[in-house]
């Protein structure tokens, strides 16, 4: 009776032990299928970072990007504060303008600086008087530089220009010396004229 008990166990045991490998192989294969050992599927390799800085902007040169073809982004003024300051981020923002989208040309020059000239007359009624004709000398040289012929003839014009506002900056200078800050609205015209000058005469053509 021991005996045959003894027997079945072993049976009993055997099978177990079947029963285990054939699990073990079965999970096995299953895990390969899957990716891992967990059975899990495999993660997916990370995509590659992107280059430090790279935001889909293109500036420079040629640049073809909707900040560098809609024109300057001139910032919109509130209708009251100190003229000079307004006067300021408008010709920063055009000069940001001229140098980060390759402005070197009579047209996109000509183009920046009547943008330029409408948003200086919003600005104008709160300058000194002698400066207030401040947009239409930017305006009528921006219509001389389109149309020259040269870019001699387009530089003349812009040169002009500039004479004209530091022979005004004079002016006021002269009845108010002890008020520096009344002629900060003119000094930062002369600013970015001569800026986009020189943009012109390092690269420009029609």
Request: proline letters at 7%; charged letters at 20%.
């Amino acid at each position: 009776m021991r005996a045959t008990t003894l027997a079945k166990v072993a049976k009993h045991w055997a099978a177990a032990l079947v029963l285990a490998v054939a699990l073990a192989a079965s999970g096995g294969a299953f895990a390969q299928e899957n990716g891992g050992p967990t059975g899990h599927a495999a993660p997916a390799p990370a995509p590659a970072p992107a280059a430090p800085g790279d935001h889909g902007l293109a500036f420079g040169p040629g640049a073809a990007s909707d900040a560098c073809t809609i024109g300057p982004s001139l910032p919109t003024l509130p209708t009251f504060g100190e003229a000079g300051d307004d006067v300021k981020a408008l010709s920063r923002a055009t000069e940001s303008y001229i140098r980060n989208c390759g402005c070197a040309t009579q047209d996109c020059i000509a183009n920046a600086l009547d943008k330029y000239a409408v948003a200086l007359a919003q600005v104008a009624p709160r300058l000194p008087p002698q400066l207030q004709d401040e947009a239409n000398v930017v305006a009528q040289a921006a219509r001389r530089v389109r149309a020259a012929r040269t870019k001699a003839e387009a530089l003349h014009a812009l040169h002009d220009a500039i004479a004209i506002i530091h022979k005004d900056v004079e002016l006021v200078r002269a009845e108010d010396p002890d008020h520096p800050r009344l002629t900060r609205g003119g000094d930062f015209v002369a600013e970015t004229l001569n800026v986009a000058s020189l943009a012109l005469e390092k690269g420009g053509g029609l």
